[in-house]
């Protein structure tokens, strides 16, 4: 039965064809990905992404809900395929199955190719079968370290059998899994060799990633930054890795590992800008778009959005912004570059 949020909108999406003109940036890059972050609120307090005592936006700030769902529909009109839901946590968002069942008209109507989220796995048993049920066919869990201890330690508070209980959720839901995973030079580097096998021996994609130089945190990111060309070249000392075309949409560089037959992506923002084939824009919680992870500039949505019960004024809105987008992130992490690139942090724009 349709949801009656859903039902809702469906004169909304009808009415808002006239603005719906495909974006492409001033590089001549289609975008056709969007990220949406539905709260900068979180259940863990990785130490690489958040301060421990974080300040959270007033409730008041956030789009609603219904907001959201006209944001994203808008962008699908306009030529978005690929529509990715992130936080801070996403699933902790009250009611956030009402909006996951809202968009999933946009994947019946062959309008939207896929609906998925980023998730830290703490919410997974709970909510699998629901985002099967509503058309998400993959998701991303963040699993940055198989020891419960050590996982404790990074995520300042979580529960390593809850995240692989919702591991287990997802997949028997028939929910395609890929394992994302921070790399960080002594905490986790000796256990990248453990994550292959656990994460093909499960059917599942392994992509590492860079630590990324966004927002404040307790500790000093050049003890964390373990480039990924170097994780690279040990990794082929054990593993014969041959490069893969397999694409997601994201930034990722996939190689086949032919001892397990499965794959693993490398995601290098600082070893290795991958900007030049950039599709991809942010959306904050609060409706602020982000034409670039690495940059500042941005565009409000919210007042637009809030302006007009039409969508024109979005619409400007977004093609405004998207006329800016510029060619590439800046981010360093050396000693002479200690402070974050950018003061908010990976939670507030959207992971």
């Not at 049920?133 to 404790?152: H, M, Q, Y």
């Amino acid at each position: 039965m349709m949801d009656v949020m859903a039902k809702d909108l469906i004169d909304a999406d009808a009415a808002g064809t006239a603005a719906s003109a495909p974006m492409v940036d001033p590089f001549g890059r289609s975008i056709r990905y969007l990220r949406v972050s539905v709260t900068d609120r979180c259940d863990f307090r990785c130490v690489y992404c958040m301060a421990e005592d974080m300040q959270f936006l007033p409730k008041r700030d956030l789009l609603s809900l219904e907001e959201l769902d006209r944001l994203c529909t808008v962008f699908i009109e306009k030529g978005v395929k690929k529509l990715r839901l992130t936080g801070g946590e996403p699933l902790v968002r009250r009611n956030i199955m009402s909006l996951v069942r809202s968009l999933s008209r946009h994947i019946e109507a062959g309008r939207l190719e896929e609906l998925t989220l980023t998730t830290n796995g703490s919410q997974l048993a709970r909510y699998a079968g629901e985002l099967a049920d509503a058309g998400v066919k993959r998701i991303n869990v963040s699993l940055d370290t198989l020891d419960p201890e050590r996982f404790r330690a990074l995520t300042r508070r979580g529960d390593l059998a809850v995240v692989l209980a919702g591991i287990d959720a997802a997949q028997k839901a028939g929910i395609a899994i890929k394992i994302n995973a921070v790399a960080l030079k002594g905490v986790n580097e000796d256990e990248i060799d453990d994550l292959i096998r656990f994460s093909h021996g499960r059917g599942m994609d392994l992509t590492l990633i860079e630590t990324m130089p966004l927002g404040e945190i307790d500790g000093d990111r050049t003890e964390q930054y373990l480039p990924l060309s170097l994780v690279r070249r040990r990794l082929e000392e054990t593993w014969t890795l041959a490069a893969s075309g397999h694409r997601t949409g994201g930034p990722a560089r996939y190689f086949t590992v032919a001892e397990t037959g499965g794959r693993i992506g490398f995601i290098t923002p600082l070893t290795h800008n991958f900007c030049e084939s950039c599709n991809r824009v942010r959306v904050t919680c609060t409706g602020t778009l982000f034409m670039c992870l690495g940059q500042e500039d941005a565009r409000d949505l919210r007042a637009p959005l809030r302006a007009s019960e039409g969508n024109e004024l979005l619409a400007a809105a977004i093609d405004e912004a998207i006329a800016r987008k510029p060619k590439g992130h800046d981010f360093i992490i050396d000693r002479d570059h200690q402070r974050p690139a950018l003061g908010r942090h990976m939670s507030v724009t959207g992971g």
